[in-house]
C-alpha cells in the first residue's frame, strides 16, 4: 500500500477519544500504511495546513498505553462547519490540494454528529471529483446522541464517572441533620442519556438520586418546586440530576433564563450551564432551604483516571475497525457498534452510511422516562450498566496520572 492517511479530532472531546486514535495509528501502521498524518484542531487546522506526522509523537508501546489514557483530544479540535460546497466550493478545493500534495488516500475523523456532517459533505464532493480517497467517520461523544449505533465511545467513561461522583454527593448529603437540596448539571445539549446516568448511582449501598429531569421532557418549574417540597416532607437531603438541556414549554432553555451570555457555535449550538444554580436559586428563594448546584461541566468528558475498560476498549477498536474497511475500499461510512447479547455483554463494530448519520440526534425513548418525567426505567440500566463495566488503571507518577502530549518538534 502505497498512500498515506489523515486522521482528525472534532467536537467536544470525551475521555477515551484518544483511545480512537491510537486504534487508527496503530492499525493503520500494522497494516503497511506508510505515513499517518493527524491534523491539528480537526479540518480549521488542515485548512491552514496545520499537520504532525504522528509517528514521530507516538514512537514506542508506552506512548500508546499513554495515549489511551489521555483525556482531551490529543491532536486538538474545532467546530468548523463546511458550506456546502454549492454554494461554496473554497475550502473543499483546498482541502483537496492539501490531501493530494500530501498522498492521503485515507481520511478518518473521529467526532460526533456535526464531524460526520463534515465527513459526508467531504465524501460527496469527492464523489463530483473523482477522487480515490476513502472517507470513515469514526463515532465519539459524551452525548451518546449518534443515530445507528448502539452507543457512541466515550459515552461508558462519561457515565461512570457521573454514576461514581453521584453516589459520592449523595453521601456526603447526609452529613448534616438538617434540610439541603442538591442539583447536579450534565452535559448531552439535547438528548438526555448522560444525565440518564445519574439512576446508575442507585445500589445496594445508595438510594439514588431522587428526581432525573431530561430534554426529552418540558420541564415545568413550579412543578419542580413542588415536588422538592413534597420530598423533604420525608427526607432531609434530596439530590436531584438535571441536564443542562431542559427546556420550559415555551421551547427557552431553563439556562437561557439565567444572566449568563451564552456563546453559540458554528453549528448553532448554545453553551448551556447555569441550569443548576439558577433551579438551586429558585428552591432557595421559594423554599427557603441551603441549596448547593454542582456542574460537572468539562469534568465529567475528561475523567481519564475513572474510564470504563469496556469503553476504552471499544473506542480503540472502533478506530481499528475504521482502518480496515477502509483499506478494504470502503468509503463514506461510519463505524458503528452493534449490541449483539446484553448478558454476557457483547458488541461488534458494524458500518453505516454516512449521511444517514450527519446533523441527527438520537433521544432516550419516552418510554424509558417513568415516574412523570423524574426517573429512567429498567430498560434503560439493562442498557447502560454493561457500558460502565471495570477500570484501566491510569499510568501513574508521582501520585498523579501521566498524560501523552504533542512533543514541540
Ligand atoms: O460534544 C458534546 C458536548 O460535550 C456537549 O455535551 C456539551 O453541550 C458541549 O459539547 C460543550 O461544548 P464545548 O466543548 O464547546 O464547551
Known sequence: MKKNIIVGQSGGPTAVINSSLAGVFQTAMDRGANVCYGMLNGVQGLLEERYVDLSEHIETHLDIELLKRTPSSFLGSCRYKLPKFEDDAAPYIKIFEILNKLEIGYFFY??????????????????????????????????????????TPGYGSAAKYIASITKEVIRDGHVYDSKQVTILEIMGRNAGWLTAASALAKSEDCEGVDMIFLPEMVFDIDKFVKKVSELQKNKKSVVVAVSEGIKIADGRYVSELTENVQFVDAFGHKTLNGTARYLANKLAEKIGCKTRAIEFSTLQRCASHIVSRVDITEAYQVGGAGVKCAFDGESGKMVTLIRTSDDPYQCVTGLFDIADVANLEKTVPKEWIINDGTYLSEEFIRYAKPLIQAELTPIMVDGVPRHLFLKKL
Open 110 to 151: 473521529i467526532g460526533g454528529n456535526d464531524s460526520m456532517d463534515t465527513i459526508a459533505k467531504l465524501y460527496k464532493y469527492s464523489k463530483t471529483i473523482n477522487s480515490d480517497i476513502k472517507f470513515i467517520g469514526i463515532p465519539k461523544t459524551i452525548d451518546n446522541d449518534l443515530n445507528a449505533t448502539d452507543h
